[in-house]
Every structure is written in structure tokens, then in C-alpha cells.
């Protein structure tokens, strides 16, 4: 009978082993790492470097839900950095988001008021009204780059009209779509949104481009909101994680919220650490990635390509229909190159792991096609004409997928 129980325990181990690694295991990653400096889709792509994993691998190794110092150390700085009381680490920026809006929001009805063009608008699958119940107001930025004042004022629903859901929070982002929100402006409308007993959330994911162009400290930056969350994965180059931060009750309150949306996590001191190591080594390579970006832009601009929306951090929105190209026939190009390049739609998106080459390689491929429809009889200056000066912006064509035609 024990030697029947140990052939069935040894059969089933022998079904659960499981090997992850191929025998091309190693030469695939290195495939993957150099394709990650030609694809210009977004910065999450961005993969943690050996010396990451190395500082990653001397993390503590406690149980987040009760004690984790590596996560306690972060969370401590980056209340510190921000100007705020308490942090919380979080999977991924919608959850911090998403919890960071129902912590606010306590009894319906409510709404949100936010750029039409918010993440939390269009890319969380509508988190905000599955989570908290609440309406988003999504406001066009009547300038066409980010709210202002007047937009806010005009959008903002106030009183007590039973027709409507007063609106609890305004929640602004910065960057977005890389462009940087002027922070006159965010003092302006958090001034007016606190005079009338709203909360200001800001979805600073990639706020870290905002310090390193301007030179703003932090702090600054999230003063005018009672909470942040901040991404350690876009651009940073950490594999996972954001960081929310606000008040002490407001966040005890969050890491509840935490839990029920099931991101009570364990043994994250390596996630922590990553984070650490990234704010460290990566943010001052943010610097770089701006000029790299300019590069590009630039570079489009001399081909003769419209830019709709300039690349003030590290995206630039462009349309090449102005010198008579599709976006289809870039993406379909793009990926026959003999390294090729991964693109989709109009906003390319720079990184820290973004090779020089790959920008080289793309406007070549550009200025080669523009060539080529040149010579097709395409004339740059009757579509100028014809256009009558209509500029599209990126509200208007950005496209997060593009398939070629058949």
C-alpha cells in the first residue's frame, strides 16, 4: 500500500513539475530586449535590466498584507517625495486610479469631471462607474492640449438639482499624451475646485517627465491634489507597479479598498525594490528620452510630415497623410525591415530602452516612402491646399491600432 501512495504522489509531482525555460530560452529574451529598443507603441514596454534584478534580489521578503519592510521603505519615501502624508504601493496605475476615486467618493449620487481624453475616461474600462457608481463628465480641452479654468467652471456640476450628479472630484492628468500640463493653470483649478468642497485627483503617471523637463520638484507638482498616483512601470523602467499617495486616513482607507479589489499582495519587496532602483538609476534618464524625442519630431517635421501634437516628453502625434502616406503603409513597412520596427496608429512613444538607430531607421523608412509617392505624382503643396488649413490634432486621429489594408 506505501509503495502504491508513493508511485501516485510521484506521478502526480511528475504532472505538476513544470519547466519554464526553453532550450532557446536565452537567445529569445535577447530577441525580445532588442526589439523593445525598436518599438515605438509605448513606454510600458520597457523591461528591468540585470543590475534591477540584481538590487531587486536583495529585497526583504515579507508578507505585504501584514509587514513588508522593503514595501514600508518605499511607500515612506514616496510620501516624503510628494509632500504627503501615507503612500500605498499598487499593481498597476488603473487600480491605483480606481481605488484612489472610490476613496474619495462615499455616497452616490456623484461624478468625476476629467479631459475626455483621461485614462480614466477611456482606458479603464470604465472603472469609475463599475467601481464607485459615479458619472464621469468628460470635458474636450477647449484648447485642444489640456483644461483649463474656464472648462472646468463651465463642465463642473454644483447645487442640488435632483436632475443631475454633483460632481465630487476633479481629476486632471499630467502628462497627457505627453504633453505637460502648466501648473499655474492646475493651481488655478484645484484653487476653485477646494472653494467648492471638491477633491482634486491627479493621475500623475508620468509626472516623473514633468519634473525632469521643468525641473519642478515633485512635491510641487502634487501639491494642488489631495491624492496622486504615480507609475513605476511607464518610462521607469520597473516592471510593475504605482504608488498612491494622500492624507494617512485617506490612505488607510485606500489599502482597505486595496484588499477588496483583490490587490492585497505578499512577497513584493522585489517589486519594491525594482521601483527604488528605477527612481534611482532611470529617472535621470528621462532627460535623454525628451532630446530623443525632439530628434524625432524634428526629423518628421523635415521630411515634410504634420505634427499634431509636439513632443514635449516623450510622445509625438503625427499625420503622414500631408506627404501622401497612410499610417497602414508605415506599420506594414515598418515590420519587413530587416530589424524591424513596431508602430501603430499616430503617436509614437519614446523610452529610456529606445534605441537612437531605431529613430534613425524610422525616419529613413519614412522619408523613403514620401519619396516614393512623390515620384507617384503625390504634390505636397495642392494637399496643403486642399486641407485649407484644417490642423488635426491627436483628439482627433489618435489611433492605439492601425491593420494594414488587405
Same mark, same amino acid.
Given at each position: 500500500?506505501?509503495?502504491?501512495?508513493?508511485?501516485?504522489?510521484?506521478?502526480?509531482?511528475?504532472?505538476?513539475? $513544470?519547466?519554464?525555460? %526553453?532550450? %532557446?530560452?536565452?537567445?529569445?529574451?535577447?530577441?525580445?530586449?532588442?526589439?523593445?529598443?525598436?518599438?515605438?507603441? &509605448?513606454?510600458?514596454?520597457?523591461?528591468?535590466?540585470?543590475?534591477?534584478?540584481?538590487?531587486?534580489?536583495?529585497?526583504?521578503?515579507?508578507?505585504?498584507?501584514?509587514?513588508?519592510?522593503?514595501? !514600508?521603505?518605499?511607500?515612506?519615501?514616496?510620501? @516624503?517625495?510628494?509632500?504627503?502624508?501615507?503612500? /500605498?504601493?499598487?499593481?498597476?496605475?488603473?487600480?491605483?486610479?480606481?481605488?484612489?476615486?472610490?476613496?474619495?467618493?462615499?455616497?452616490?449620487?456623484? *461624478?468625476?469631471?476629467?479631459?475626455? @481624453?483621461?485614462?480614466?475616461?477611456?482606458?479603464?474600462?470604465?472603472g469609475t462607474a463599475f467601481h464607485s457608481g459615479a458619472h464621469t463628465i468628460p470635458v474636450p480641452p477647449s484648447n485642444g492640449r489640456h483644461?483649463?479654468?474656464?472648462?472646468?467652471?463651465?463642465?463642473?456640476?454644483?447645487?442640488?438639482?435632483?436632475? &443631475?450628479?454633483? %460632481?465630487?472630484?476633479?481629476?486632471?492628468?499630467? %502628462?497627457?499624451?505627453?504633453?505637460?500640463?502648466?501648473?499655474?493653470?492646475?493651481?488655478?483649478?484645484?484653487? $476653485?475646485?477646494?472653494?467648492?468642497?471638491?477633491?482634486?485627483?491627479?493621475?500623475?503617471?508620468?509626472?516623473?517627465?514633468?519634473?525632469?523637463?521643468?525641473?519642478?520638484?515633485?512635491?510641487? /507638482?502634487?501639491?494642488?491634489?489631495?491624492?496622486?498616483? !504615480?507609475?513605476?512601470?511607464?518610462?521607469?523602467?520597473?516592471?510593475?507597479?504605482?504608488?498612491?499617495?494622500?492624507?494617512?486616513?485617506?490612505?488607510?482607507?485606500?489599502?482597505?479598498?486595496?484588499?477588496?479589489?483583490?490587490?492585497?499582495?505578499?512577497?513584493? +519587496?522585489?517589486?519594491?525594490? *525594482?521601483?527604488?532602483?528605477?527612481?534611482?538609476?532611470?529617472?535621470?534618464? !528621462?532627460?535623454?528620452?525628451?532630446?530623443?524625442?525632439?530628434?524625432?519630431?524634428?526629423?518628421?517635421?523635415?521630411?515634410?510630415?504634420?505634427?499634431? &501634437?509636439?513632443?514635449?516628453?516623450?510622445?509625438?502625434?503625427?499625420?503622414?497623410?500631408?506627404?501622401?502616406?497612410?499610417?497602414?503603409?508605415?506599420?506594414?513597412?515598418?515590420?519587413?525591415?530587416?530589424?524591424?520596427?513596431?508602430?501603430? +496608429? &499616430?503617436?509614437?512613444?519614446?523610452?529610456?530602452?529606445?534605441?537612437?538607430?531605431?529613430?534613425?531607421?524610422? /525616419?529613413? !523608412?519614412?522619408?523613403?516612402?514620401?519619396?516614393?509617392?512623390?515620384?507617384?505624382?503625390?504634390?505636397?503643396?495642392?494637399?496643403?491646399?486642399?486641407?485649407? +488649413?484644417?490642423?488635426?490634432?491627436?483628439?482627433?486621429?489618435?489611433?492605439?491600432?492601425?491593420?494594414?489594408?488587405?
Amino acid at each position: 500500500m506505501a509503495t502504491d501512495i508513493q508511485a501516485r504522489r510521484a506521478q502526480v509531482a511528475d504532472e505538476v513539475k $513544470f519547466d519554464i525555460f %526553453t532550450e %532557446t530560452h536565452d537567445l529569445d529574451v535577447e530577441k525580445q530586449i532588442r526589439q523593445i529598443t525598436r518599438c515605438f507603441i &509605448s513606454d510600458t514596454i520597457t523591461v528591468p535590466t540585470k543590475e534591477m534584478y540584481a538590487y531587486a534580489a536583495r529585497a526583504s521578503v515579507g508578507d505585504d498584507v501584514y509587514h513588508e519592510p522593503s514595501t !514600508l521603505a518605499l511607500e515612506a519615501h514616496m510620501a @516624503r517625495l510628494t509632500g504627503k502624508e501615507a503612500a /500605498l504601493f499598487m499593481p498597476s496605475g488603473t487600480m491605483s486610479n480606481q481605488i484612489a476615486l472610490r476613496t474619495h467618493l462615499k455616497q452616490p449620487p456623484y *461624478s468625476v469631471l476629467c479631459d475626455a @481624453r483621461a485614462h480614466i475616461n477611456k482606458y479603464e474600462a470604465g472603472g469609475t462607474a463599475f467601481h464607485s457608481g459615479a458619472h464621469t463628465i468628460p470635458v474636450p480641452p477647449s484648447n485642444g492640449r489640456h483644461l483649463t479654468l474656464r472648462d472646468v467652471e463651465a463642465n463642473v456640476v454644483l447645487g442640488y438639482d435632483v436632475h &443631475s450628479a454633483p %460632481t465630487e472630484v476633479v481629476s486632471l492628468e499630467n %502628462t497627457l499624451n505627453g504633453t505637460i500640463f502648466p501648473q499655474e493653470e492646475i493651481v488655478a483649478i484645484s484653487d $476653485f475646485a477646494h472653494n467648492k468642497g471638491l477633491k482634486m485627483h491627479l493621475d500623475g503617471a508620468r509626472i516623473w517627465h514633468v519634473a525632469a523637463s521643468t525641473g519642478t520638484t515633485i512635491k510641487e /507638482l502634487c501639491a494642488p491634489f489631495d491624492s496622486v498616483s !504615480l507609475c513605476f512601470s511607464k518610462g521607469l523602467g520597473a516592471p510593475v507597479g504605482s504608488c498612491l499617495v494622500g492624507s494617512k486616513e485617506y490612505i488607510a482607507k485606500a489599502r482597505w479598498f486595496r484588499k477588496l479589489f483583490g490587490g492585497g499582495m505578499r512577497q513584493i +519587496g522585489i517589486l519594491a525594490a *525594482s521601483a527604488a532602483y528605477a527612481l534611482t538609476h532611470n529617472f535621470p534618464r !528621462l532627460v535623454d528620452v525628451h532630446e530623443l524625442t525632439l530628434r524625432l519630431e524634428q526629423g518628421l517635421r523635415n521630411i515634410g510630415v504634420e505634427i499634431t &501634437s509636439p513632443g514635449e516628453t516623450c510622445m509625438v502625434f503625427y499625420d503622414p497623410s500631408s506627404v501622401g502616406v497612410e499610417y497602414w503603409e508605415i506599420v506594414d513597412r515598418a515590420s519587413k525591415l530587416p530589424e524591424p520596427i513596431v508602430v501603430s +496608429g &499616430s503617436r509614437l512613444v519614446v523610452h529610456i530602452q529606445t534605441s537612437p538607430a531605431a529613430v534613425d531607421d524610422f /525616419l529613413q !523608412l519614412v522619408r523613403d516612402l514620401a519619396e516614393e509617392k512623390k515620384r507617384a505624382g503625390f504634390d505636397a503643396a495642392q494637399y496643403k491646399a486642399q486641407a485649407n +488649413g484644417h490642423v488635426r490634432t491627436n483628439h482627433d486621429i489618435y489611433v492605439r491600432g492601425v491593420k494594414p489594408k488587405p
